[in-house]
C-alpha cells in the first residue's frame, strides 16, 4: 500500500532527526558500556565513547573515541555539546565505593546539567537492601541494610534531587546481574568448571535470581534513549524529570541455568556448590572477598524484577531466548579473559 507522499515527507523528517541522536557513552571499556556502545552504533545513533585507556576491543566505524578522566569535566562537556543522552556506566573499584562514587556522581550529574542531557543510569538491586522480597517493582522500597544499599540509595537520591533542584533529567534502569561479559559470575564462578563437566550453583539450586543478557538491557537503553532524544517528543512527557524503570531480563533458578548449560552442551553436569566457606576464610585479609561475601545473599533470598513499567512504556521488550544466551556464554567463556562474549 502506498501511504502517499506525506507519510514519506514525514518518515525521511524522522530518518534525518534520528540520524543526529547522540550519546556519550561513559565507561565505553565497561561491561554495559561496551554493549551500549554497540547497541547505539547499530540502531543509527552517533556514538561518543568515553575510556580512560585503549579500547579493549575495536569499536564500530563512526564511533568517535575520547580518551580522558572521568571526572575531567571540562574535556567531557565539550565532548557533551549536542548530545541528548549521556550513559553512567562507570562503575569504580569494587570495594571504594564509598569514596570514588560520589565524586563520579557529581561529575555525571554536573555533565547533564552543563549539557542539558538526559543522563541513563543502569541501576541494581542493591538498593533493596538484604532482606530484599521476592518482587522488585519501581515503588518497592528501598533498604539501606548494608554498605553498597546505602552507597546506590544516595546515589539515585542524588539524581532524583537534581531533577527537583535544577530540572536535569535522568533515568534508571534497573537491571539484574550482568551475562554476556568477562567479569560476571558465569565466567568466574558458576561456568568456571565446564570443561570439568561441572556447573557451580551460587546457592540453592532452586532460588530465581535476577540476570540482564547485556545486549538486551543495552537495546532497552537504545529504545528508552529514543523516548527522550526521539522525534516524537511527546513521549518525553511520559517520564518524569527522574524516572526508574525494571529491566525484567531473565529469572532464572540456578537449577534452570545448569539445565539450560546441559542442553546447550549435550551432556549432563554434575552440580557443585561454590565455596562460600572458603571465601569467607579469607574476609579478615582482602576487602574484595568481604565486599562479595557481603553479597551473598542476592543467592539465599529469592528475587525478580518486575518489568511491566518498561514494557508498557516500549511494547515488546529485546529479550534474547535462554538458549541462545547460553550459547553465546558458553562460546564467551573460552574466548580470551576480558575478551566481550562474541555476538
Ligand atoms: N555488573 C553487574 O552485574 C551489574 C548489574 C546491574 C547494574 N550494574 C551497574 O552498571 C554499571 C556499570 O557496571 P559494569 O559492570 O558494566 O562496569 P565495569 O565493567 O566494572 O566498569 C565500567 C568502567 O568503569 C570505569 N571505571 C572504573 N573505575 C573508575 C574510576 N575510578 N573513575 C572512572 N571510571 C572508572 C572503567 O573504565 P576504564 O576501562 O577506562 O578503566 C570501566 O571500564 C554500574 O553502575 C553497576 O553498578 C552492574
Known sequence: MDRGPAHHAAMSTNHEISMTQTVLVLGANGRLGRAAVLAFAAAGWQVRAQVRRAVRAPLPAGVQLLQCDALDLPTL???????????NALSPDYTQWATLLPPITAATLALARATGATLMLPGNVYNFGNRLPAVLAEDTPFAATHPKAAQRIALEAALAQAAQADGVRSIVVRAGDFLGDAGTWMDLAMGKGLARGRFTQMGP???????????DL????????????????????????????????????????????????GRPLQAASFPWPLLRLGTPFSPML??????????????QLDGSRLQALLGTLPHTPLDAVVRQCIAGLSAPPGRPVPA
Open 77 to 87: 562537556t565539550a565532548a557533551g555539546q549536542g548530545v541528548q543522552v549521556v550513559v
Open 290 to 303: 568481604r565486599a562479595l561475601f557481603e553479597m551473598r545473599y542476592l543467592w539465599q533470598r529469592p528475587h
Open 205 to 215: 539450586a532452586d532460588l530465581p535470581h535476577a540476570w540482564a543478557w547485556l545486549p
Open 218 to 265: 543495552a537495546q532497552t537503553f537504545v529504545r528508552v534513549a529514543g523516548l527522550v532524544a526521539g522525534p516524537v517528543q511527546a513521549h518525553r512527557a511520559r517520564l518524569p524529570a527522574h524516572a526508574v524503570l525494571h529491566f525484567a531480563g531473565h529469572t532464572l533458578t540456578g537449577a534452570q541455568l545448569q539445565q539450560a548449560f546441559e542442553a546447550a552442551l
